[in-house]
T-cell receptor
């Protein structure tokens, strides 16, 4: 149980393109989903917390107009990297919590490798 | 001082050996402790989740929490080459969504 699916797994696109990444909880409802960024050989860096039906909460230093998050249903959150540039190239990972309480662990998707040329 | 300290390794062990990983933390409010396994180019996979001091066993994995010492451990018995991965400890406290992660410990099990 507690499977999180992330799509696409790998994207290569030109500078200036907007890229949308989907995160789905397959067998549970996720009131809260999270978006992380991970650089090579480093730990995960939280970008934003996404709550179903409300605006996302962004971490300090993360541009909300650059990284648009939509959490329209209890099983789907999307991250759109707008006008992507080479410095946005990274590994983006979503997670979801099974249940409403903070004491439930987060389950992660398999990540999206974004390469901007 | 970082909230969570984890020696990044790498740690190389022969197949069949016991792998011992640990993290220390500074925030005594942390109540929920997790170990994740991450293979290269994949997302972290939840291995163990505990919220009380003591040991929790699941197959070849044992998670240990010592809240008085602010110290958690993960033991992998009879290690296999397929256990070669990066292991991340993570923790949070009630009322806080944010997970505090260790840097991750790269483990290599040599056949």
């Amino acid at each position: 149980g507690a499977v999180v699916s992330q799509h696409p797994s790998w994207v290569i696109c030109k500078s200036g393109t907007s890229v949308k990444i989907e995160c789905r909880s397959l067998d549970f409802q996720a009131t809260t989903m999270f978006w992380y960024r991970q650089f090579p050989k480093q730990s995960l860096m939280l970008m934003a917390t996404s709550n179903e039906g409300s605006k996302a909460t962004y971490e300090q230093g993360v541009e909300k107009d650059k990284f648009l998050i939509n959490h329209a249903s209890l099983t789907l959150s999307t991250l759109t990297v707008t006008s992507a540039h080479p410095e946005d190239s990274s590994f983006y990972i979503c997670s979801a919590r099974d249940g409403d309480t903070v004491n439930q662990p987060q389950h992660f998707g398999d990540g999206t490798r974004l390469s901007i040329l | 001082q970082k909230e969570v300290e984890q020696d990044p390794g790498p740690l190389s062990v022969p197949e069949g050996a016991i792998v011992s990983l640990n993290c220390t933390y500074s925030n005594s409010a942390f109540q929920y402790f997790m170990w994740y396994r991450q293979y290269s180019r994949k997302g972290p996979e939840l291995l163990m989740y505990t919220y009380s001091s003591g040991n929790k066993e699941d197959g070849r994995f044992t998670a240990q929490v010592d809240k008085s010492s602010k110290y958690i451990s993960l033991f992998i018995r009879d290690s296999q080459p397929s256990d070669s991965a990066t292991y991340l400890c993570a923790m949070n406290h009630y009322g806080n969504n944010r997970l505090a992660f260790g840097k991750g410990n790269q483990v290599v099990v040599i056949p």
